[in-house]
């Protein structure tokens, strides 16, 4: 199971942590990614990572805005949102292959 939170309204420039908390797998094991889909929009690739976290990518319209981790420890993963644009409005979700959990919305908006 993977429970995506985190989300809300937030002016542009600002910033939001997103988490999404894993159950029923061996997280640790697993690479992970964030996908977002804006309103009247198909999904979009937002970021992912490896299983150990050594390894991020990101979507070109966020890198450097927004940062990827993990805590195999607590079985979390993480989406640091900084200097966010009205574009990234969207619902946002955690996904590991084909399975996607529940997502949090997230909304730029002054």
């Known amino acids: 199971q993977l429970q995506a939170s985190g989300g809300g309204l937030v002016q542009p420039g600002g910033s939001l942590r997103l988490s999404c908390a894993a159950s029923g797998f061996t997280f640790s094991n697993y690479g992970m990614t964030w996908l977002r889909q804006a309103p009247g929009k198909g999904f979009e690739r937002v970021s992912s990572?490896?299983?150990?976290?050594?390894?991020?990518t990101y979507q070109h319209s966020v890198k450097g805005r927004f940062t990827i981790s993990r805590d195999n420890a607590k079985n979390t993963l993480y989406l640091q949102m900084d200097s966010l644009k009205p574009e990234d409005t969207a619902v946002y979700y955690c996904?590991?292959?084909?399975?996607r959990g529940q997502g949090t919305q997230v909304t730029v908006s002054s």
């Open positions: 996904t590991l292959g084909s399975y």
């Open positions: 990572i490896d299983s150990r976290g050594t390894s991020l």
